[in-house]
C-alpha cells in the first residue's frame, strides 16, 4: 500500500509522524503522506507543547483584557488531532451606539462573520464544479464573457481575454472594489449594481500585476450562480457544506439558520442600519446586494458573507491537508473508518501554492495591508511571507493563510513533518478607513487601520506560539 493511501483516526497515527525538517520547503508533495480523520487528542499526542499552546491563549486574554477585542475562538490541530478549542472573553464585539452592552460569554460553537475567508470556498467551489462533471464546458480557463456578453463591452486593457482563473488569483485586472467617480454612492444608488459592476473598465491589463479585489470575487460568484443555476448558498451546501457535514456555515444565517441565532456572534454597530449586528454581514456592499427581505438573496456575493464556526472550518481545513479528501467514520474494518474524495490533489494543490508567478510584490511585505493587496497569491489564499504575514513567524514557507477583515484568520502549514492549521475567530469587527489612502502617482493603496486590526487580534503572536509549538 502506497503511504499516499494510508488512512488513519485516532492518536496511534501520531507514530507514523516525520521529525521536522531543519529547514522548511519551498514546495510540498502532491499527494498527503497519510490522510487523517478528525478528532480530539492532546498537544502531547501530536508532538506539540501544551506550554506554548497555553501562551498563545494568554495572547488573547490579553487582547480581552486590553479591550483590543471582546472576545475569541482559538483552535489548533495536528495530524487530525484537535488539541486546543478554546472560547474567551464575551459573544459581541463593540457596539459603538451602547459601549456598555451586555453579553453572554464566547460560545465554543459561536458562529462568527468570515468576511473574506469566504474566498477561498468560493474557489473551492469553481474547482468542485469543474471536476463534477454536473456542469459540462465549465472550465476556470473559461473567459468571464462566456457567461456575461457585457462583461467584454469595455475595450480598454483587452477585458475580453479575463478568465475566471485570473479572477481567482487577483491578477484579472479588476480593481479592488467598484468605484464610479461620477455617482458619490456607487453601487448604492444603481438600479443594477451587478450589470454596473460586470461591465466597469478593468483598472489594468490582465495578468500584469497582483491586486486584491473584492470586485473580481464578487463576479467570480456571479458566474458560479450563472452556470450553477442556483444561490452560492445552495452549491456551497450541495458540493462543500453537506459533505463535509458543515452544519453551522452558510450565507445570511438569520434566515438559512435562525434557530441557532443565540450563538451568532456580534461586529459592530452598523449607522447605515441603525443596529448592532449580530447574523448580518458587516460590510455595507455585501449586505445592499444581499438584500436584506425575509426571501434569499437573488444573488450572494463570493467576496464576503460567509458565517461559520471553528469546528466546521477545521472540518474544511483538515479536508485541505488530505489534499481534497474527507475521512468519516463508517463500519468498515479495521479502523472503522471511510473516505471520499472532494477534490483531486491537483486542484488542491493549485489553490494553495503561488500562481500568480513574478507578479507579486519584488520583496517581502512591510505591512500586514500591503501583504493582503499584493503578495502572492493561490487561488483566493495568501501565500507564506519573509514579511508581514499573519501567519506567524514560526510557520513553513508552505504555509498559506486567508484573513478575515472582521477579525478571522485560518492558517493551514500541509509541510510533512508539520501537518497543522489553526483557526483565530474573533470578534473585533471591520476596520475603518481613517488611515486608507491611495498614492496619486502609483495608485498603490495603504490601510492602517487593517494592519492595526491584526495587532489587535494578535494574529502574528497567537501563530508564531501556535506552530512555534512544535516539539517533534
Known amino acids: 500500500m502506497r503511504a499516499s493511501s494510508l488512512i488513519f483516526c485516532g492518536a496511534a497515527a501520531a507514530a507514523f509522524g516525520m521529525a521536522p525538517s531543519a529547514h522548511a520547503q519551498d514546495t510540498y508533495p502532491l499527494q498527503a503522506p497519510v490522510i487523517y480523520s478528525l478528532g480530539t487528542g492532546t498537544p502531547a499526542s501530536v508532538g506539540l ?116 482563473k485570473d479572477l481567482m488569483s487577483y491578477v484579472s485586472g479588476e480593481d479592488v472594489d467598484y468605484f464610479d467617480e461620477s455617482n458619490p454612492n456607487g453601487l448604492f444608488d444603481d438600479a443594477d449594481p451587478w450589470h454596473s459592476m460586470l461591465e466597469a473598465p478593468l483598472a489594468r491589463p490582465r495578468g500584469t500585476k497582483v491586486v486584491y479585489s473584492d470586485l ?9 450562480e450563472t452556470v450553477g443555476g442556483d444561490s452560492l448558498q445552495n452549491l456551497m451546501q450541495t458540493y462543500i457544506f453537506t459533505p463535509l457535514n458543515m452544519t453551522d456555515t452558510g450565507f445570511q444565517p438569520w434566515l438559512n439558520m435562525p434557530e441557532k441565532e443565540d450563538r451568532f456572534v456580534g461586529t459592530a454597530w452598523s449607522a447605515a442600519r441603525e443596529r448592532y449586528l449580530r447574523g448580518e454581514v458587516q460590510d455595507e456592499t455585501d449586505y445592499f446586494l444581499e438584500g436584506d427581505g425575509l426571501d434569499p438573496a437573488e444573488h450572494l ?19 485541505l491537508l488530505n489534499r481534497g479528501k474527507h475521512v468519516y467514520s463508517c463500519n468498515r474494518w479495521p479502523f472503522n473508518t471511510c473516505s471520499s474524495t472532494l477534490l483531486s490533489a491537483q486542484a488542491v494543490l493549485d489553490m494553495t501554492t503561488n500562481q500568480t508567478g513574478s507578479l507579486h510584490l519584488n520583496r517581502s511585505a512591510w505591512t500586514y495591508s500591503e501583504n493582503l493587496l499584493y503578495s502572492r497569491k493561490g487561488y483566493g489564499w495568501e501565500m507564506w511571507d519573509a514579511g508581514m504575514w499573519p501567519g506567524g513567524e514560526s510557520a513553513s514557507t508552505v504555509a498559506y493563510s486567508k484573513t478575515g477583515a472582521a477579525g478571522t484568520l485560518m492558517v493551514l502549514d500541509p509541510e510533512p513533518s508539520r501537518g497543522m492549521f489553526a483557526i483565530l475567530l474573533t470578534n473585533h469587527g471591520l476596520p475603518k478607513f481613517d488611515h486608507f489612502t491611495i498614492d496619486p502617482e502609483t495608485g498603490k493603496i495603504s490601510w492602517e487601520d487593517f494592519d492595526w486590526m491584526l495587532n489587535d487580534i494578535r494574529a502574528n503572536e497567537v501563530m508564531t506560539k501556535v506552530h512555534g509549538s512544535l516539539t517533534w
Open 216 to 224: 473580481g470575487f464578487r463576479i467570480l460568484g456571479h458566474v458560479l
Open 49 to 164: 507543547s501544551s506550554v506554548l499552546l497555553d501562551q498563545a491563549v494568554n495572547e488573547l486574554e490579553d487582547a480581552v483584557d486590553d479591550g483590543d477585542i471582546n472576545g475569541a475562538v482559538l483552535l489548533v490541530a495536528r495530524r487530525g488531532r484537535i488539541v486546543l478549542h478554546t472560547a474567551v472573553g464575551t459573544r459581541d464585539g463593540l457596539n459603538e451606539d451602547d459601549p456598555g452592552m451586555p453579553s453572554v460569554p464566547m460560545p465554543l460553537d459561536g458562529i462568527f462573520d468570515l468576511e473574506s475567508m469566504t474566498k477561498p470556498f468560493t474557489v473551492f467551489l469553481a474547482m468542485r464544479m469543474q471536476e463534477s462533471g454536473n456542469f459540462p464546458g465549465f472550465n476556470i480557463n473559461n473567459t468571464v464573457a462566456t457567461y456575461f456578453s457585457e462583461f467584454a463591452v469595455s475595450s480598454v486593457n483587452n477585458k475580453s481575454s479575463v478568465t475566471i
Open 301 to 319: 456575493t463570493g467576496c464576503d458573507g460567509l458565517f461559520s464556526t471553528a469546528s466546521d472550518l477545521a472540518k474544511f481545513s483538515q479536508m
